[in-house]
């Protein structure tokens, strides 16, 4: 492409970007961006049918990446009886998580997922090219406005460029891989307004770590994220991609960002670096997202608007061991709390603005004596960038240790780890206890430019401390949060059709597990997770038995669980929904759900739904009794009408009404889910269905 053409496509951008045009639609309200991106990628929707929070689509995603757990994806695929993917352009193979390990066992795996890949003509990716997310970002298989997943929980950081990045449990992967589809329940959305300039010295992971600290209560838990405010253009895109990334340890479930000028800007530098003929990156590509950009319509509903003057913000670490824990580095650097390691490593901070900030704070100067300073380029792209300008080398004449292009320290794999007693910091995006060493470290998490000078000082310090000059005062964070109150407007697409063999109503009586957080190992014991042998009348038997061990004499089939929120938090164990299952129940209720769990039970033919209200009057209901039991049945009664995505509670089977909430709809392609089964049954099934 020519110089010429490259000015008229940005001079295209300038005048389309701010240009918008409405077209008058039925929908009784209007969609958000999270919305209309699903609409887009949602496939077998009923004509008229408009996407909003709470429904259940089937949606054929852009592209779904896997890394090192590819090979495990690529056998659950074959166990469903596939042999050819669906789609090889759809998806992406990557090598990043554990490259430093050059076992027989590991290269094996390696090896394994390269030749997979090479005989089904997937784009595959080697260890030292980077991390998978970075790779997705640099190649434009994430681009704006698209869906695009990954079987590894920092998708989010999609959403940094403006697409709808989200995280998927391998049995969903190897669906996609299989029929090119998933499904996905759109979560209710948050939106997050950012006021104000961000003052100097303030970077966009001060942002997220703020913003992880000041709302530590799980305001965006199981949330997608759309991020608004005049300021916006204003960041530069890698703060997008960094703030984006750590909405996951937010616990949300997507975190996205407005495509506007100052994105379009980077998009047309990266199309001029890459050349022509890119794939994915090209003047057509460029035009094609100007042409069709997408806002939120102006009547678009929110679950809750929470706001934040980045104009009153500091630099903030996040710690120790907890991303909830939010200090200002003024108050941690009076503590002159020395360090043992750094970190310029993962793919929430190590791009070439990172390595470039962390450069500038400690060339010339060398890393402190007893410290040990890791960097890890997000990419093999990046750290050749970096050698180029000499920022790399910066770091490296300084003291830096350097790790190939991968995750490494970030996920507790290779050199480097956190030994019993030492303190870290690092520019990662999770310090959860033993994370990145031993459990009896204590690691904290700073901008790329707070580490740099750490390393310097031996202690926690701000890159002002490595000139001689005291860190700033901190100042008065401004925040605000609104709830909104759920609407009750009518579907634009009418009744929900019901397939035959799928329940037009769900109902039962309410047995309440008065908890939050009940855990995996709470619903089903660990002690038989990995025991292959175990009965459905076992698991019957033994289901909440670690919550309360009187729960199997209290409950029958056909009850309704209702719990608090987080339910089925913990680890992936899929019995934690089989062994409710096994007690004939088949439906849980609950405040939210802990994402993986809420997938698990789909997969496996569990229903859920989140009716925060609900758990709430019961809470208060019994909030008098002196004596908490653990699991009570209520007297309520919950009727699901599935044909009119409507939930009414009544005090007795047939009493006064306590409760009448819209619900989201259940799609006949999730229906036929539950019918099949769950997701594998309906895999084997759509694949004996294309084979005649």
Known sequence: MNQLNIRGLAQRSRAKLFSRSFASTAISRGQNLTEKIVQKYAVGLPEGKFVHSGDYVTIKPAHVMSHDNSWPVALKFKGLGASKVFDNRQIVNTLDHDVQNKSEKNLEKYENIKNFAKEQGIDFYPAGRG??????????YAFPLNVTVASDSHSNTYGGIGALGTPVVRTDAASIWATGQTWWQVPPVAKVELKGKLPKGVTGKDVIVSLCGLFNNDEVLNHAIEFVGEEIENLPVDYRLTIANMTTEWGALSGLFPVDDTLIRWYTNRMIKLGPGHPRINEETLSDLITNKMDADPDAYYAKTLTVDLSTMSPYISGPNSVKISNSLEDLSNKNMKINKAYLVSCTNSRLSDIRAAADVIKGKKVAPGVEFYIAAASSEV???????????????????????????CIGLGTGLLEEGEVGISATNRNFKGRMGSKDALAFL??????????????????EEVEGTPVKRVRDLKKSIIIHEPEQSESAGGAVEV?????????????????????????YPGKYTYQDDVSRE?????????????????????????????FGTGSSREQAATAILARDMKLIVAGSFGNIFSRNSINNALLTLEIPKLINMLKEKYSGNEEKELTRRTGWFLKWDVKAATVTVTDGKSGEVVLKQKVGELGTNLQDIIIKGGLEGWVKAKLAENST
């Open 131 to 140: 991390i998978g997310h970075q790779i997705m970002i640099e190649e434009g």
């Open 499 to 523: 397939l035959a063999g799928f329940p037009e109503s769900i109902e039962g009586e309410l047995i309440l597990c008065d908890a939050d957080n009940i855990n995996t190992d709470g619903i």
């Open 538 to 566: 076992k698991m019957a038997e033994v289901c909440m038995e670690n919550y309360d061990p009187e729960f199997g004499s209290k409950t029958k089939p056909g009850d309704i669980i209702v719990s608090g929120y987080n």
């Open 446 to 463: 700073a901008s790329p430019e707070v580490v740099a000078a750490s390393a310097v000082m031996g202690k926690i310090a701000g890159p």
């Open 383 to 409: 750290q050749k960038e970096a050698e180029s300008d000499g920022s790399w080398n910066s770091l490296i004449d300084a003291g830096a240790i350097t790790l190939p292009a991968g995750c490494g320290p």
